[in-house]
């Protein structure tokens, strides 16, 4: 193991770059303990130098790009965000200085870590993504370390802060999706451009990257199907309430004999279930091993206090000589694997809004028994004899294609007034 000071040059000081200021200063002695040496910031960079950091007599950069290419360093810390651009321009510089990286950027690593990851391989350095997917939970460790043993065949996570934070704030509190989003920003958790968060693109990228680490394969987020939660509304969690379920953005992925199948969208998920009680900001993964079986790790999946307690982490085994794969394996022992998506089967809720009259039910049934979609429950609340009312009902579980056929159906009939909406239902 090396002496002397690990020497972090930091580019970001934004949230989480300002919260991993504050920690290596607060956390120094115990850092330095763990790390067998002195962790020490030597040059940080940013738009501007904040007042409020603690950060005297370090070396400050207006241009990250400068810093990455001047600055003396053993680590550089990448904060500031995006797939391309400035980040993935100081991360190619470290590397190709020689230079160790850790970074909380899902969307580069998502684009381009295995490229980044054969870079550093050749170079003989290390790259650390703990604080990429899931905020303050060690869950990179656990996948890559922790369950190696095992041939992983699930990883389900609750992968976004932000969403996970406005359905649960919708559903404590009766509040619009606009008004808890805005709040979700407020507080630091929502990504510069929210549509990350709230279309799935966020919970896709750490997917991408989980998927990877479990079944070793090279990260590919182009084969993940993405649904959002845009179209959630108020009514379909208050149904989802009544029905037992909670609804969560889930981030899927599952290795059979046939492929691998990776899949983000929003789903009821069964009061039973240890994900239906993971609320508000915190994230969590299920992963299911053929050794350990289930494991569940629950945590705050972002903010700035423990993102940067991941990026710590990182730190810590970069100081003590702890180097492993970026995905756990060597780069060119990471084998491409068939998308298995075809013929999935799920079970559904729907919700129909239809006008109040005879026959309605008749029609929906002719459309579901036309397919062999087997309905389970059907409840309509109220009378509207001039107006319009929501039908809701479940399905058990089918090929997702005839229920997709048999929804067309459902929608063209004339009693139906809206798009009718699709919730798939969790039943592990
Ligand atoms: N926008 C992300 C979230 C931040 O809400 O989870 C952490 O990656």
Redesign the pocket.
Known sequence: MKTGPLKVALAGLGTVGGGTVRLLHAHADLIARRAGRPVVLTAVAALERPSDLPLDGVPFFADARLMATQADYDVLVELIGGAGGIALDIVNTALDRGKSVVT?N?AMIAHHGVALAAKAEAAGVSIGIEA????GIPVIKTLREGLAGNRVTSVMGI???????ILTTMREQGRDFADVLAE?QRLG???AD?A??IDGT??AH?LAILASLAFQTPVDLAAISIEGIRHISALDIQYADELGYRIKLLGVAGRSETGVDTRVYPAMVPLSFPLAHVDG?F?AVVTEGDFVGRTVLEGR???AHP?ASAVAADLVDLARGRVVPTFGVPVECLAAAPSSGAGRRSAFYIRLMVRDEPGVFAGIAGALSAEQVSMEKILQRGRAPAGVVPVVMTVHETDEAAMARALERIAALAAVAEPPRLIRIETI
């Open positions: 909380a899902k990429s997917v899931g905020g992968l976004n802060g932000t969403c996970n934070y979700a958790y929502a990504e929210p990350f968060d966020d919970t750490k900001v994230n999946g972002a903010g993102t």
